[in-house]
């Protein structure tokens, strides 16, 4: 049973491009969340999708967006990156609760590096 | 939502048992408490999850008293492979269904 994957795993961009970053869901499981890492600090709440719709969003702007697939897989694109965007992308899939009880599994991560 | 409060860094040996406090003095009455283990450049790995009193697997025990405002995360006998940053995540922001991470406990595994 495969768990969480993303792709890729790391990526190196300019100041204003444009990124897309991947992620497989574990199976049976049907939502997708974002994280953006910073170095030395906690995983920050970007978005989380859920019946392909983005249903819940984080302190991001704009720029900041996604997309859920019929097979519940996910996008995370992020346009006119910024230096500050550099951090570990982190993919989070659950079976949706709705309680505290819910478990997020995450996958290995993507690095990006803007330059 | 919670807040919690853990250590900021601990030290220990190998084979040594290492118990990491979390303080969540206002935790709900649904709340769940989550235990995260991560390495660096690495996503987040669950490893614990309780309610009340005690819960164990095959990695490690999570106790919680009976007022629920704290938690302790035990690992028995570490290994120089422990050495990672421990999360405690206390209920889910259900409106967002967002796990809030804090900036964790870092554990340094000495042989």
């Known amino acids: 049973d495969a768990g969480v994957t993303q792709s890729p795993t790391h990526l190196i961009k300019t100041r204003g491009q444009q990124v897309t970053l991947r992620c497989s869901p574990k199976?049976?499981?049907?939502?997708v969340s974002w994280y953006q890492q910073a170095l030395g600090q906690g995983p920050q709440f970007i978005f989380q999708y859920y019946e392909e719709e983005e249903r819940q969003r984080g302190n991001f702007p704009d720029r900041f967006s996604g997309h859920q697939f019929p097979n519940y897989s996910s996008e995370l694109n992020v346009n006119a990156l910024l230096l500050g965007d550099s951090a570990l992308y982190l993919c989070?899939?659950?079976?949706?609760?709705?309680?505290?009880?819910?478990?997020?599994?995450f996958g290995p991560g993507t690095r990006l590096l803007v330059l | 939502l919670a807040k919690t409060t853990q250590p900021i860094s601990m030290d220990s040996y190998e084979g040594q048992e290492v118990n990491i406090t979390c303080s969540h003095n206002?935790?709900?009455?649904?709340?769940?408490i989550t235990w995260y283990q991560q390495f660096p450049s690495q996503g987040p790995r669950f490893i614990i999850q309780?309610?009340?009193t005690k819960v164990t697997n095959e990695v490690a025990s999570l106790f919680i008293p009976a007022d629920r405002k704290s938690s302790t995360l035990s690992l028995p006998r570490v290994s120089l492979s422990d050495t990672a940053v421990y999360y405690c995540l206390v209920g889910l922001d259900t409106g967002r269904r967002a796990l809030t991470f804090g900036s964790g406990t870092r554990l340094q595994v000495q042989p």
């Open positions: 309780g309610y009340k």
């Open positions: 989070a899939s659950s079976l949706a609760q709705r309680s505290s009880r819910e478990t997020q599994y």
């Open positions: 206002n935790i709900a009455t649904n709340d769940y």
């Open positions: 199976s049976g499981h049907d939502t």
